[in-house]
């Protein structure tokens, strides 16, 4: 059965983003506990970065480092030290200011050709997860935002990608930037143990209405529903601005 959906709302964007980081850190502790390691998948984008930030600086006696390792949930195709590259967001916020082992971080090597990218990606993740034929990868935790349209990942309005459901990790034609995108697909995060969106800002506040609270909508945000794991949205005052009570 889906998951219930986890609303929490914050009054500030510091705030959601302290909130998040003290959720990443609770959660990666209690995850290595139980099993030894924590797999999780980072969101690209301008909203995570102060997270990752903080996770670096004030949370990072929190992380077990050596025992998190690292996925990105997609990636724009370009090499990484190109200014849209969400690795290169996240190495300049977090990884080049923690001990997190090299071994422990997989980007997606976006400079490649897209196709190629996805299918190298996809086999990343069967190796680590051990995956036999038909089996998901069952990640720690997904973290996730929406765009203006609803988009999710790399998960756009109308593109091909919202139609996969045997592939874990797709080049997706975005039709609105003439690109591809290198995203994980809907069986990947709807097998996820925990699944956080993050939400912050007055602009979010039109679309998060419509994610939220009108079932009619069919927009790619709304196709996240854990199966069998835990769905949470972290959202700042702003953004929950036209929500109705």
């Known amino acids: 059965m889906p998951a219930a959906l986890d609303l929490r709302i914050v009054d500030t964007a510091a705030e959601l983003f302290r909130s998040a980081a003290r959720e990443f850190a609770t959660l990666a502790g209690q995850t290595v506990k139980k099993k030894d390691r924590f797999s999780v998948a980072l969101s690209g984008g301008s909203t995570p970065k102060t997270l990752y930030t903080l996770l670096a600086v004030e ?20 090499p990484p030290d190109h200014p849209d590259s969400n690795y290169r967001m996240v190495n300049q916020a977090m990884f080049s200011k923690v001990p997190s082992p090299p071994d422990n971080i997989f980007r997606i090597y976006s400079e490649k050709d897209p196709a190629v990218a996805a299918r190298e990606y996809e086999e990343t993740l069967r190796s680590y997860f051990r995956l036999s034929a038909g089996q998901l990868p069952r990640f720690d935790l997904i973290l996730l935002g929406i765009g203006p349209d609803g988009h999710t990942a790399s998960l756009f309005p109308n593109s091909a990608a919202l139609n996969e459901i045997e592939r874990l990790v797709v080049a997706n034609w975005v039709e609105k930037f003439k690109t591809y995108r290198i995203t994980l697909t809907f069986p990947v995060l709807n097998h996820a143990a925990n699944v956080m969106f993050l939400v912050s800002g007055a602009d979010k506040a039109g679309i998060l209405h419509e994610v939220l609270q009108n079932p009619k909508a069919n927009l790619p945000s709304q196709k996240v529903r854990p199966e069998d794991g835990q769905l949470t949205w972290l959202i700042d005052r702003p953004a929950a601005s036209a929500l109705s009570r």
């Open 59 to 78: 949370y990072a006696k929190a992380v077990p480092w050596d025992q998190t390792y690292f996925f990105f949930g997609d990636e724009r195709s370009v």
